[in-house]
């Protein structure tokens, strides 16, 4: 059963969180403090870690960067008044989030979808997609430099492999699906986070679109890869 690390300096949180994921057969050890997260997982390396970013000692934020760092799915805890947390926690690495107080269903489908994900990702039963035959893309497609090859999960710029998230790696394979034709951010959301919550999505759509283009782009601030139409969406450039 999946290892997940809940961090998150309010004991009432993280008892229940631990119940909650306990009783779903999840494996679960938990922290307060980030410098406590960090040695875990150091030596216990968990399949998703939960967090909160307002932190005491070393950061939420720092966490999150270290993590993603690492290659360790994130889903950060913020409260539901500090949209700023959510915007800074998807900036640095972390690929989902919940706000507090949260619902108990939403949080276990967000924690399922995020490690199904992580196991799905490059798997060519399922493609990319995490289960979802035919939304993503499913052959390896090359444009300019940029080379991807959903089947081994892998990524290239000239012979450089671009280290990609779970998440960014489905959303570039969304975008692959049809180069040149713009795919609304109603439909990213829908597609990649299972979500119709437009509202605080829209801003996790575009700092996700920004983290990937800081990894593919030549020049992330003169993007000619991942382009958008306004109004209409964002698209993968034809060749």
Known sequence: MSRILVVDDEPAIVNLLVFILEDQGYRVKSADRGDTALEIVREWIPDLVILDIGLPGIGGLEVCRVLHDKGLPVLVLS?????????????????????????????????????????????PEVGPGGGVKGSFLQQPLVLGELRIDPLRGEVFRGEAALQLTPTEFRLLSLLALAPGHPVAVETILERIWNSTDWEGGAEMVKVNIRRLRQKIEPDPSRPVYILNRRGMGYFLAEE
């Open 79 to 123: 409260s539901h008044d500090k949209d700023d947390q959510v915007v800074e926690g998807l900036e640095e690495g972390a690929d989902d989030y919940v706000t507090k107080p949260f619902n108990h269903r939403e949080l276990l489908l967000r924690v399922d979808k995020l490690l199904v994900r992580t196991r799905n990702q490059g798997d």
